[in-house]
């Protein structure tokens, strides 16, 4: 089963991440924000996961749904 994305900042390393739920290691690390964002959204469509956004104090900010939507809208 695939594992949901998570972008998150990491304090000690000055870096924004993407990690797979559940793994300590990142997939990816990036200096700013936006090229982690971009990188996440691309590994979440291929795998059809969801991509948690957390903001530098950790909380999530933002949550998006590339094809594990159980009541996609209508439109």
Known sequence: MAKN???VYN???GMWENK???SSSPVSSHHTKENALDRAE????KAKVE???HG???KIQERNSYGNDPFPPRG
């Open 56 to 58: 530098k104090d950790g």
């Open 51 to 53: 991509h948690f956004i």
């Open 11 to 13: 304090s000690d390393r």
């Open 42 to 45: 691309n590994i979440a469509e």
């Open 20 to 22: 797979k739920e559940g």
């Open 5 to 7: 994305i998570h972008t």
